[in-house]
DNA sequence: CGCCGCATTGAGTCCTATCAACCCTCGTGG
DNA sequence: CCACGAGGGTTGATAGGACTCAATGCGGCG
């Protein structure tokens, strides 16, 4: 009962609106949600192009979505963080879009779809939700990537570190202090940039007293600079 | 009455699949849907920030969707072409996320948005290709936009004229002719270059034969060089 | 202990933003 | 009818940012 309920409350979280579902709702949810999840480091949630049953709610961990191109090119296209809803790039498709494990060990809350399609007239309220969930993703990644597209790795970093930041916020941990299980390498891929200057940007932020990184371990010191930085156009500025 | 055919055939289109809505949910639709509405050429269709009360189907024309980051820079955040449906990133906000104008004459199909969740429950079918609509844009931008971070100025306006023929071929046009109405600015916002980056490609392509450009009037002469240039990493390829 | 993945550091090259000039077209108003 | 100006487009020179390639250090794990 109480794992039942846990599980609503990650729904709930994750769909967020601070009113709860009515009762109806609620109870049938109860029936639908599948208990809880578990996974480890490197284990794989799905794989690109399978047929896409289910959607995710992240409750714990963090994993990544890489998904194949080119047959020599792999993406990073997405990170999923505690409260996320992994899956909703898939609904139309029918497959999932790129291949989802976990960098560290994580557990989720799983919502197969089509028992969702079956209740869906006695879920309206949920699927609202769903749906702004989707819009919601779709409006904050446009903004977002466009923005990146016009920036110096320098901005790149400090966006990235900054939109990690408010998500933990968010999800109420601290917004100065976290672990990312990510490499370098998963962030470079992310945001464009290599490696090599993933990490130069890093030291670089080390030196001006920004930011304390050993490791994986991060320490945001002066979230004012950070913003600015993140939005200084760097390149791209038109004079009128 | 056929003007109201009309708007339902445009519809179906937008919220594509081929075979059409039942009946009851046709009927519904033609008191939901509003007559065609005409925009001239920068006339202002909805404002950033404005309240959200309504989806536009693309009929004719071209738009585009600014968005203001900083109070110094805005964004070209989307271009729209017939077929698409706007307003799909403001649902979940009440708000539109940029001041979408037309770059052209355009018609479009207005869609309240109030009436359509009024009849929510008796609109299942449009309402789940509604759904649709919102996860492919989003797959489908998170992946553009992941493939255009990592790429040269090169491949981002092969990318671009490629993504824009695929879009004409869907909606029945020629995919290898065309005017396009944006100015190179409007494209170097849109793919985080400058204009003179986007004019000098133009250039480079029409010396190698791949394209003739003038003015605004494209012929792509050879697809298949361009798709080759867009997928090349460029930069950005990992040696295992 | 030795290997492997990950992180750091350095040198050189290429790409693209920047700044500036010039051309063309078009619409306006004298 | 023409002059003018504004906006858009093209072209060139320059400087700086980021990728590439390569080498080294570090840590965990077998």
């Not at 049938?28 to 959607?55: H, M, N, T, Y």
């Not at 998904?67 to 992994?86: H, K, N, Q, V, Y």
Request: aromatic residues 6%; contains cysteine; proline residues 5%.
């Amino acid at each position: 009962m109480a794992e039942v309920s846990d599980c609503l409350a990650c729904y709930l979280n994750v769909l967020s609106k601070p009113e709860g579902l009515p009762d109806e709702e609620r109870l049938l949810l109860d029936d639908i949600v599948v208990p809880p999840l578990r996974l480890e480091k490197r284990d794989v949630l799905c794989s690109q192009g399978a047929s896409f049953d289910a959607l995710y709610a992240v409750r714990t961990g963090c994993l990544k979505q890489e998904t194949a191109i080119d047959s020599a090119e792999t993406l990073l296209t997405a990170f999923w963080l505690p409260g996320d809803l992994i899956g909703c790039d898939a609904i139309d498709s029918g497959r999932y879009a790129g291949t989802v494990s976990a960098l560290e060990t994580a557990t989720l809350c799983q919502l197969p779809f089509d028992r969702l399609e079956t209740f869906r007239h006695r879920l309206p309220r949920l699927c609202r939700r769903l749906q702004n969930c989707i819009s919601r993703s779709l409006r904050e990644e446009r903004l977002n990537l466009h923005q990146l597209l016009g920036r110096t790795a320098e901005a790149r970093v400090a966006c990235f570190l900054l939109a990690i930041s408010a998500c933990f916020q968010r999800r109420g941990y601290s917004p100065r202090s976290f672990r990312l299980p990510m490499s370098r390498s998963d962030i470079g891929s992310y945001l464009g940039l290599t490696q090599e200057t993933v990490g130069r940007t890093f030291m670089a932020y080390q030196a001006q007293r920004l930011l304390a990184v050993r490791g994986r371990e991060y320490h945001l010191l002066d979230l004012a600079r950070l913003e600015r930085l993140a939005s200084s156009p760097g390149r791209r500025q038109k004079r009128p």
